[in-house]
Nanobody, 122 residues
Framework: QVQLVESGGGLVQAGGSLRLSCVAS????????MNWYRQVPEKQRELVAL???????NYADSVKGRFTISRDNSKNTAYLQMNSLQPEDTGVYYCNAAVTVLRVPRRIINPWGQGTQVTVSS
């Protein structure tokens, strides 16, 4: 099937930056949207940013102006550049994608990565 693997998380001081990567592998026809979610304990997983196959982006209000999502379709990879990080950005960041499978009839699946921890200290 399709696997997503995130990397790039870590510990950073407030005001610092991190760049997350998400690589998709497996057999598929195309990747539609690629999305980054964030989860903190006792809260629902929230959408942080998304990017369509056409490059249209959308962000949560809390990260607008600080985070930038991008993708390299030749590498089946999405990135999340996170600047001016704050302690409230701490959480596990998950990659998610809408992927059209090869098998006919075509259908779209939504795999998740295993998550990468981001911790911002004050």
């Amino acid at each position: 099937q399709v696997q997503l693997v995130e990397s790039g998380g870590g510990l950073v001081q407030a005001g610092g930056s991190l760049r997350l990567s998400c690589v998709a592998s497996g057999r598929f026809l195309e990747i539609n949207s690629m999305n980054w979610y964030r989860q903190v304990p006792e809260k629902q997983r929230e959408l942080v940013a998304l990017i369509t196959d056409g490059g249209v982006t959308n962000y949560a209000d809390s990260v607008k102006g600080r985070f930038t999502i991008s993708r390299d379709n030749s590498k089946n990879t999405a990135y999340l550049q996170m600047n001016s990080l704050q302690p409230e950005d701490t959480g596990v960041y998950y990659c998610n994608a809408a992927v059209t499978v090869l098998r006919v009839p075509r259908r779209i699946i939504n795999p998740w990565g295993q998550g990468t921890q981001v911790t911002v200290s004050s």
